[in-house]
């Protein structure tokens, strides 16, 4: 069913449309993927930096930029053109991979989760677990603790799954179906009539259950 995008995602969508194509061309998914994950991550605000000093749009480590030649202090500055770029060399290794609006979230999360393949029950972070996560310098317990909205079932673990869920769920939340499409799929729906194949059956039951009370109502009108 056709839907449309709450007004905040689609004005900042037009406003940086040509840089947002380009990336999703480049990456060969839907546009909207890229504005969704950018909502969640930053809200739109490309000069907010986090607590753990993950900046801009996407929320770029600085320690991420720096092993890809990405200036994070222009980064930083909120230049939107510049971010959207410079993406190109964050995602280059999941060009034209990638399924999924919830996957293209994970990969921007935890990139090894997607380059790994990582299963649905994958443990990213864990509540209390000081082990190191996988393919990370960092503890479960850090990651869980900085991202404790991801785990989605609340059971003080973070996995693949957890992640993927929640996006998909705010994914849909982002997108609203227009009052037009309400109305018109409403109308379609027949309360009445069955669907047609099922028509010459119906109408055979509805005949047989008439005449079946016929016959209840002749008895009783006999017997009196």
């Not at 998914?29 to 809200?43: A, R, Y």
């Not at 994958?122 to 909205?149: C, Q």
């Given at each position: 069913m056709?839907?449309?995008?709450?007004?905040?995602?689609?004005?900042?969508?037009?406003?940086?449309?040509?840089?947002?194509?380009?990336?999703?061309?480049?990456?060969?998914?839907?546009?909207?993927?890229?504005?969704?994950?950018?909502?969640?991550?930053?809200?739109?605000?490309?000069?907010?930096?986090?607590?753990?000093g993950a900046s801009g749009l996407n929320q770029l480590l600085a320690s991420t930029a720096e092993g890809l030649g990405i200036d994070i202090v222009r980064y930083r500055t909120g230049d939107v053109a510049y971010q959207l770029a410079s993406m190109k060399k964050f995602f280059k290794p999941i060009a034209g991979k990638i399924k999924s609006a919830g996957d293209l979230y994970l990969y921007n999360f935890y990139p090894a989760a997607i380059l790994k393949n990582y299963g649905n029950?994958?443990?990213?972070?864990?509540?209390?677990?000081?082990?190191?996560?996988?393919?990370?310098?960092?503890?479960?317990?850090?990651?869980?603790?900085?991202?404790?909205?991801?785990?989605?079932?609340?059971?003080?673990?973070?996995?693949?799954?957890?992640?993927?869920?929640?996006f998909t769920d705010k994914f849909n939340e982002l997108l609203v179906e227009p009052k037009e499409k309400q109305i018109e799929r409403i109308a379609k729906v027949d309360v009445v009539t069955p669907p047609h194949q099922y028509r010459y059956g119906y109408y055979i039951a509805i005949a047989g259950a008439t005449l079946l009370i016929t016959y209840f109502v002749y008895k009783k009108i006999k017997n009196v």
């Open positions: 056709q839907k449309q995008v709450k007004d905040e995602i689609l004005s900042f969508y037009q406003t940086y449309k040509n840089g947002i194509d380009d990336l999703a061309n480049y990456l060969q998914v839907p546009p909207i993927w890229l504005v969704c994950i950018f909502f969640q991550e930053s809200g739109l605000n490309p000069k907010i930096v986090n607590g753990i029950d994958e443990v990213i972070g864990e509540k209390g677990n000081y082990d190191k996560a996988p393919n990370s310098n960092l503890t479960k317990h850090y990651i869980y603790s900085k991202n404790v909205g991801l785990d989605y079932n609340a059971d003080r673990k973070l996995t693949r799954g957890d992640v993927v869920s929640l």
